[in-house]
């Protein structure tokens, strides 16, 4: 059912892959495209800090993102970095409906409305379980807590996250997980091999974070693609995007409002700052909390058809009953 969304507006041989290759170009130009505030704005405060602009000060500002360091405060950076998201968004929105003929909803599910419920279920269920994670952690290790809140920076930034930052975390599903997943899917009428290579891309996309050069790509990569998976899995099951979105929005909110660390992509006044992450204990736990997110839901929503994940695209046009309800 979720990839027949897209089969009604497909169209075989080379128009199709004429269409997804326009699309993506345009994403990735409006995603371009909304990075040049942030550029400007930094080159800017360089220029005005050393009197002059080079490439080793852009390069030592991207190593470690210190905003203070060149004048501005955290949440100025933080809004300017979720910019190219916002216009990756309206590009990919542009695309489909101009392109494919297709509504936005299109990429998120086959039903009539979005189900909030299910999205409130998920975003609400992984947001208490990072919670519970990070008070865990800091019972065992308090001494790598840092205390840093202060009102007058921290209400801002949950203005930003909540307004903001789930247009980051939509483009980044709507996109991958919604957009690539259907159209990979169509092509290779294979489920599983839409979710690898979506996963993939997924982590690829997150090469350029500094959590790679902090802790390594051995170790960072297989987080981004175990992340997909999980995403992708229970993308596949239910037909639809709705608890991705929500699991996607928790996870960054969280980590931008309540817990931030050095080496994060996300250098925000956030509640407490790390200052060391046990990286090696982090990803085998969060492969276990993704395996019983996923029985959890196959419980609470009845999946019983796991072919739906690697399965034939086309073998599945329905939804199971208990579904459509």
């Not at 029985?295 to 609470?300: E, Q």
């Not at 796991?306 to 329905?318: A, F, I, L, N, Q």
Request: charged share 15%.
């Amino acid at each position: 059912m979720f990839f027949k969304t897209a089969y009604q507006a497909h169209e075989s041989g080379l128009a199709e892959f004429v269409r997804y290759s326009l699309t993506l170009i345009l994403v990735f130009l409006g995603f371009i495209l909304g990075q040049v505030p942030f550029l400007v704005v930094i080159a800017a405060q360089l220029t005005e800090r050393d009197g002059d602009l080079s490439g080793g000060a852009l390069e030592g500002f991207a190593a470690n993102m210190d905003f203070a360091a060149v004048g501005l405060d955290a949440n100025t950076g933080f809004f300017l970095i979720l910019l190219s998201f916002v216009v990756g968004l309206i590009a990919l929105w542009l695309a489909v409906a101009v392109i494919h003929k297709r509504s936005l909803k299109s990429l998120i599910t086959p039903y009539k409305n979005i189900r909030w419920s299910r999205i409130g279920f998920s975003f609400g269920f992984w947001f208490l379980l990072m919670a519970g994670l990070e008070v865990l952690s800091y019972i065992v290790s308090p001494e790598t807590y840092i205390f840093q809140f202060e009102w007058k920076t921290w209400l801002p930034l949950v203005a930003i996250a909540l307004l903001i930052m789930p247009m980051q975390t939509s483009f980044e599903e709507l996109l991958f997980r919604g957009y690539l997943m259907q159209g990979l899917g169509l092509a290779t009428n294979s489920r599983l091999i839409a979710l690898i290579l979506t996963s993939i891309g997924f982590g690829a996309m997150h090469l350029a974070n500094p959590e790679i050069k902090e802790f390594g790509l051995m170790l960072m990569m297989p987080y981004y693609i175990g992340m997909g998976v999980f995403l992708g899995i229970l993308t596949l099951m239910d037909d639809s995007l709705e608890l991705a979105l929500g699991i996607h929005a928790a996870n960054n909110i969280f980590g931008a409002t309540f817990v931030t660390f050095t080496g994060s992509a996300l250098q925000t006044d956030a509640v407490f700052r790390v200052t060391e992450v046990n990286t090696t204990f982090m990803i085998p736990v969060f492969y276990v909390l993704a395996t019983g997110f996923i029985y959890l839901c196959a419980r609470r929503y009845g999946w019983k058809d796991w072919s739906k994940v690697y399965g034939s695209v086309r073998d599945k046009w329905e939804p199971e009953e208990e579904q459509i309800a």
